[in-house]
């Protein structure tokens, strides 16, 4: 079945006016109003009605762009939520949901209210997320519907909390005075709890999804609805049983008895509206309406022109039947019309008929539906005088009787009737029952006439001729002023139910949705009260944080290189003495083994004496150690000053003994077999290795002689490491430089001509020359023995001595290209690591700062928009509701 939606492209039929010539022939107001009284009193309806037409059409329009805007916003601004509204079990006091526990709510006065009512308000994509709300709504007709949300006052005494039952006694409103109507969202899946159980499981973003196709469709129903109140034409649908005169009595109302076929058997297969031929430029044709498409008579491929000569070969198509698509019949009215002028267009309203199939079981559904479309304006229900009403009859005035509240009964074929009054009384009791109100108007909605006889020009059976003509022109009359009246309820009633309806699923949307918008914005306004003044200290305190972190790793480092610095120097003091550098476990100074075992002796000092430097150096890396677990825990200590309370604070602990640890000096300690840790000087050869001047320092001992002489004969004075241990003993210098110019394999040349001079000048004075002889023998005999004597306390500073000239020049690392100090290399080794270690200290906190700056920057900047969008819907949504109330009042101003 296929509704009728002309498009009005046709600028060319009007409304008929109370001034058409045709007017005064008409008398739709009683037969005692002259033609003047009811051409102004018409003139009234018509005025009365324009005015109600223009305002719904205006409210239709104003509907139209609020729906289009919500539709908007719901698509680029907010996803509308759809609220979901809860009532509380009767059987117990009112209960609130709060968190896992149900709490009573207090007697509240707004409760008992009128038209304000505790509900529940979940939103269907966060079902869980409950909020106590007070509906505010109203049914009336100087308000219309009505219905917008408030958040329910708190409790005012705090009530014991009771436990939750297994089942919260809440029950789903389905009320339709407060749930949604034309904008619910129905998935047509079955029971509405089964479809709202599904409908909770959807995303937000989907449910919005779903509401976009609700309100595109109803922004299509308000442009048909639009278009169908501006329709000048009204359109009267003439049902009934099988063969009750239906045809006939279309023919008979079109003047024209040749025009829909008639038999004595039924005929009529599919629903065919005959229209005045005016609409299609005069001519008389046939739309047959495709399937499925929107009827445009100005869009031929909405149906197919068929001959008029072929109209009984389709309206009596076996093949077609009641859910067919309907024939749309063009049709001149009658050459008689100017004296009695036919229904189509009679100069008032123009009228189309629609002739349906007669009623069986199968069709009594079909013309049932078609019937409550609203573009059908009148029904005529024709029954046969004899049959009186079958049971299909009753089905469909019970089923049609709920939309249509008036039924016009055309009680056919009262010319048969012998018994007239009974006949008249039984058919009116069984309207009583079927269709009270129909029952209470009787006088203009139940006709008994004889169609045939206006169809026709025929009388049959034995009735009353005269009577029954004058009993067809009333039914005309009745049906052009019920028309003509009731216009304004059957055209504008529908568009005016559903605009109202409508406007309250907007305000109920809108409303919800402010709650929504006014819930984000506080959650976003405490967030950024929460947010921002941490951020704001964060960034304030920036500069301090970094300019401490640099501090911190400066100055631990600077610690580090200095004590590093000043341990190894006394090391190697210690050291240059022949002492050992630190005393260490397990490590002592040799014991003297004799002249024999010199070489030996001067080895294990040499050894020891590294071994010591070696432990002196672990020190101080430990030293390092703690000075950087300090500095460390410093560092931690500013990250607790600067970051906020809820960052999450590292969780790495310091292990100081994986500090200088990757030193390829190692292997080479490992194969060397050397027990101490450290740089492993001890396993270096280079340095482990004695020499000759270990045991016997020739030229030191030169040298010492030589700062014995008088400063002038010495010109390598400064050269001296240390101030002369044996000033004293000049003799033995002498004797001393003598061996050691004898000796010459590890002297200086230098050493040796200085050494010549001295004897040489000593030599060539006669008196010394005397006794110069057993004077040399008994000093070198002495010196020789005193050097003996002193080796073991001798080897040990020689060596001592020695390692200190090699450590001052060099690193003594073994692959160490730069000559760099030893004491430099040592300072500089421990504090790079320390910086490396408090770097990376400072580095990880700096990135933690970095990022809790930024986490917290993302959340004052979406706070910040969230607070933007919500205060801009909540403005939104209130425009919203006072547009509803704008609308709601023109809307409501419409009295049908
Ligand atoms: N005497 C008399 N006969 C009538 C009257 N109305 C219709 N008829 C006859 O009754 C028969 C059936 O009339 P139709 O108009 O075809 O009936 P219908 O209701 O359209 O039949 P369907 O094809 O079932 O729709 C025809 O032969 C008509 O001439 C009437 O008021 N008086």
């Known amino acids: 079945m296929q509704p009728f939606h002309p498009q009005l492209h046709s600028p060319s039929i009007r409304p008929a006016t109370p001034d058409s010539p045709s007017f005064e022939k008409e008398s739709h107001f009683g037969p005692d109003l002259s033609a003047r009284q009811a051409r102004e009193l018409a003139q009234g309806v018509v005025r009365e009605y324009e005015v109600k037409r223009d305002k719904l059409d205006n409210a239709i329009k104003s509907s139209e762009y609020l729906v289009a805007d919500v539709r908007n916003f719901n698509a680029n601004q907010w996803a509308i939520r759809y609220p979901h509204l809860r009532t509380v079990d009767e059987a117990g006091p009112p209960l609130r949901m709060l968190s896992s526990t149900i709490i009573p709510i207090p007697s509240d006065p707004t409760a008992h ?215 749309r019949v063009f049709l001149k009215e009658a050459d008689s019309q100017i004296t009695n002028p036919s229904i189509l267009h009679n100069g008032v309203i123009d009228i189309s008929l629609i002739d349906a199939p007669g009623l069986n079981r199968d069709s009594v559904k079909t013309t049932a539906n078609f019937a409550r479309q609203e573009e059908i304006d009148v029904v005529v229900f024709v029954v046969s005088a004899a049959n009186h009403f079958t049971l299909s009859a009753k089905e469909f005035i019970w089923q049609a009787g709920h939309e249509k509240a008036h039924l016009f009964i055309v009680v056919n074929r009262f010319d048969q009737i012998r018994d007239k009054e009974r006949c008249r009384r039984l058919v009116l009791e069984q309207i009583k029952q079927l269709s009270p109100s129909t029952f209470e108007d009787a006088a203009d909605l139940v006709h008994f006439v004889d169609s045939a006889k206006v169809a026709f020009g025929c009388t049959g059976g034995n009735g009353d001729a005269e009577e029954l003509d004058h009993a067809f022109e009333h039914l005309e009359h009745s049906l052009r002023s019920f028309v003509l009246v009731n216009r304004a309820k059957s055209k504008l009633g529908p568009a005016q139910n559903y605009v109202t309806h409508l406007l309250a699923d907007v305000e109920l949307l809108a409303s919800a949705n402010s709650l929504v918008a006014q819930k984000e914005r506080e959650a976003a306004k405490a967030e950024l009260e929460r947010t921002r003044p941490i951020l704001e200290k964060m960034q304030k305190g920036k500069d301090g944080f970094e300019e401490s972190l640099v501090a911190e790793e400066e100055t631990t480092t600077e610690q580090a290189i200095s004590r590093t610095r000043k341990g190894m120097q006394r090391a190697l003091e210690r050291v240059s003495k022949g002492e050992m550098a630190a005393p260490a476990p397990g490590l002592e100074m040799p014991s ?173 004075n006669p ?47 073994m692959d160490d290209s730069v000559n760099v100090p030893f004491v430099e290399a040592q300072a500089a080794r421990v504090g790079k690591e320390v910086r490396k270690v408090m770097r990376l200290a400072a580095w990880e906190l700096r990135e933690r700062f970095k990022n809790a700056v930024d986490a917290r920057g993302e959340v004052v900047r979406e706070s910040e928009e969230t607070e933007k969008r919500a205060v801009k819907a909540l403005a939104w949504f209130t425009e919203v509701e006072k547009r509803v109330e704008v609308i709601r009042q023109e809307v409501a101003e419409v009295k049908v």
């Open 592 to 764: 003297y083994p004799g002249l024999l075992g010199v070489w030996d002796y001067a080895k294990e000092v040499r050894r020891v004496l590294l071994a010591s430097l070696d432990f002196a150096t672990t020190l101080s890396e430990n030293d390092a150690r703690r000075l950087t677990t300090e500095g460390v825990n410093r560092v931690a200590e500013l990250g607790d000053t600067h970051l906020p309370k809820d960052v999450e604070r590292s969780k790495r602990v310091f292990n100081s003994n994986a500090m200088f640890s990757a030193r390829p000096v190692n292997r080479s300690r490992r194969q060397s077999g050397v027990g101490f840790i450290g740089l492993g000087l001890a396993a270096q050869t280079s340095l482990a290795e004695p020499d000759f001047m270990d045991i016997l320092d020739l030229s030191h001992h030169l040298f010492v002689a030589r700062a014995a002489l008088p400063s002038s004969m010495s010109s390598s004075h400064e050269l001296v490491p240390f101030a002369a241990e044996m000033s004293g003993l000049g003799a033995f210098s002498l004797g001393v430089g003598a061996l050691s110019m004898v000796s010459g394999k590890s002297v200086g040349l230098r050493s040796v001509l200085e050494g010549a001079i001295h004897v040489t000048e000593l030599a060539s």
């Open 113 to 327: 209210r009128p038209g304000m009512a505790r509900r529940t308000l979940t939103f269907a994509d966060e079902p869980a997320e409950v909020t106590d709300v007070v509906l505010n709504s109203s049914s009336t007709v100087r308000q219309g519907l009505k219905r917008s949300l408030t958040v329910a006052p708190p409790p005012s005494t705090s009530p014991a909390t009771i436990s939750a039952p297994n089942n919260p006694p809440l029950v789903d409103v389905e009320n339709d005075e407060e749930d949604f109507s034309i904008l619910r969202l129905d998935l047509n899946l079955g029971a509405t709890r089964q479809a709202q159980t599904l409908i909770n499981q959807l995303e937000k973003a989907s449910i919005s999804a779903l509401l976009d196709t609700r309100l595109a469709a109803a922004l299509d129903h308000l442009q048909l609805l639009q278009k169908r109140v501006n329709d000048p034409q009204s359109r009267v649908l003439i049902t009934g049983d099988l063969n009750a005169g239906k045809s006939t009595l279309v023919n008979a109302l079109l003047r024209r008895n040749e025009v829909m076929p008639t038999d004595q058997q039924p005929l009529t297969t599919r629903f065919v509206e005959v229209v005045s031929a005016r609409e299609n430029g005069d001519k008389e044709e046939i739309h047959m309406l495709a399937a499925n498409v929107k009827y445009d008579p100005a869009n031929e491929s909405t149906y197919s022109v068929e001959d008029i000569n072929r109209l009984e070969e389709l309206v009596t198509d076996l093949d077609a039947d009641a859910s067919s698509p309907p024939l």
């Open 767 to 813: 008196a010394v020359r005397k006794w110069i002889g057993p004077v040399l023998g008994v000093v070198t005999l002495g010196a020789v023995g005193w050097v003996i004597l002193e080796l073991p306390r001798s080897i040990p500073r020689n060596v001592g001595r020695h390692l200190q000239t090699t450590l001052t020049i060099s690193s003594g690392v």
